[in-house]
């Protein structure tokens, strides 16, 4: 797709591809409207990695999630869990180690939640936390009814919209790609 870049007129030397273009896209939001819309995302980057770095570093520093009996347990969590569950081998596989599937769902809660922060690696810290909700969703939260009492599932669907689009703007992966481009440049320009 070309569209006519300025003092263009149709020329050949005038039409550029989309990703050339100098100018705003026919029809894109402009304004506070458009700086909206480029930024529409962040809010939930922050929420999203704000809520899972807590969580993670609590369930570290919580002593009653990480030992192996107790109403505030893992392990207590997953044998209430285990008959109710969509996925009640995922609840097999965690208890035969739960106290190591805890600090690793600890861990993994703190990178997800720090990638999605500092927006590095931003896609896959989205996996990461889409990935770390859906199997929340289908142990521990499957059983709440109606459906939308339950937590997980709208954490999912809230990381997918960051699966898709990354961290473009202010981010580590957008800092990075802008040296990666000078470097490309002085390279080959």
């Known amino acids: 797709m070309s569209v006519t870049g300025p003092g263009g007129g149709g020329t050949d030397e005038g039409a550029k591809t989309v990703h050339a ?3 705003p896209v026919a029809g894109a939001p402009v304004g506070v409207r ?26 570290l520093t919580d002593g009653g999630f990480l ?25 097999d596989l965690a208890q035969q180690s739960p106290q190591g599937f805890a ?11 720090c990638g999605t922060l500092c927006g590095l690696w ?15 969703w289908l142990t521990v939260s499957w059983s709440s009814e109606p459906y939308y009492y339950g937590n997980d599932l709208p954490y999912l669907m809230a990381w997918l919209p960051l699966l898709l689009a990354g961290a473009p703007l202010v981010s580590l992966d ?12 002085q390279i080959f320009g």
């Open 21 to 23: 273009f100098p100018g």
């Open 34 to 59: 458009g700086l909206a819309a480029r930024y529409a995302l962040l809010p939930l980057r922050l929420f999203l990695g704000i809520t899972f770095l807590y969580a993670g570093i609590h369930k």
């Open 67 to 91: 030992t192996g009996s107790g109403p505030g347990s893992f392990a207590g969590t997953l044998r209430a869990a285990h008959e109710t569950a969509a996925a009640p081998w995922l609840v």
């Open 103 to 113: 600090t690793a769902l600890s861990v993994a809660e703190i990178a997800v939640g």
């Open 122 to 136: 931003a896609r896959v810290a989205a996996a990461g936390g889409a990935l770390l909700s859906l199997c929340l």
């Open 174 to 185: 957008a800092l990075l790609a802008v040296r990666r481009r000078r470097k490309g440049q």
